[in-house]
């Protein structure tokens, strides 16, 4: 079954650029989506086809791609972005939609 | 405003099934599509599925193909989630979302699903 790998956890410190990695085998071929989560919430999209942004999210949050990898940066974070960040993508088909493992963000 | 509002919680016994209801408003259901998403405490997001709502069409992770169906009454904007054959690790909160754009951006609240004999 296809899998996307994220690191388990980021840590930086405020004003500081967080940069969460996703890899999966399809990802030159179908876009990712990033969400993030707090505590007892449900998730929210941050960045969409890799790089777009949807309304009402704020500017320091961005996405890129490259081959196998995409990225979400955070610029300049903040202490309310302290949350789980998961992407979300496809396998090569476009039939089966998995998630990542999820990236914990701390600031310090 | 663009919402999803899903139904309470419920508390299953092993072997049953258990349907959750998830009602859209605020946008045009019948060209969304919904996706249904489970969380155990403290674990990742797992997708179960998805239903484009115009068509009716279904994808289901291969995890869950023998054990879940997604419909929709698009009478009542509503998508709906039945689970069958229900096991322990199936204590989770289910998530529906829904997209208004290319991507999921509109999530409901969660139910939470607890199975104890």
């Known amino acids: 079954s296809y899998e996307l790998t994220q690191p388990p956890s980021v840590s930086v410190s405020p004003g500081q650029t967080a940069r969460i990695t996703c890899s999966g085998d399809?990802?030159?071929?179908?876009?990712a989506h990033w969400y993030q989560q707090k505590p007892g919430q449900a998730p929210v999209l941050v960045i969409y086809?890799?790089?777009e942004r949807p309304s009402g999210i704020p500017e320091r949050f961005s996405g890129s791609s490259s081959g196998t990898t995409v990225t979400l940066t955070i610029s300049g974070v903040q202490a309310e972005d302290e949350a789980d960040y998961y992407c979300?993508?496809?396998?090569?088909?476009?039939?089966?939609?998995?998630f990542g493992g999820g990236t914990k963000l701390t600031v310090l | 405003q663009m919402q999803l509002v899903q139904s309470g919680p419920e508390v299953k016994k092993p072997g049953t099934s258990v349907k959750v209801s998830c009602k859209a408003s605020?946008?045009?259901?019948?060209?969304?599509?919904v996706q249904w998403v489970r969380q155990a405490r403290g674990q990742r997001l797992e997708w179960m599925g998805w239903?484009?709502?115009?068509?009716?069409?279904?994808n289901y992770a291969q995890k869950f193909q023998e054990r879940v169906t997604i419909t929709r009454d698009m009478s009542t904007s509503t998508a709906y989630m039945e689970l069958s054959s229900l096991r322990f690790e199936d204590t989770a909160v289910y998530y529906c979302?829904?997209?208004?754009?290319?991507?999921?951006?509109?999530w409901g609240q969660g139910t939470m699903v607890t199975v104890s004999s």
């Open positions: 979302a829904a997209n208004s754009i290319d991507a999921y951006d509109i």
């Open positions: 605020g946008f045009t259901f019948a060209t969304s599509a």
């Open positions: 239903i484009v709502v115009g068509s009716g069409d279904t």
């Open positions: 399809a990802l030159p071929k179908q876009f």
């Open positions: 086809k890799d790089n």
């Open positions: 979300q993508s496809a396998d090569s088909s476009g039939t089966y939609v998995v």
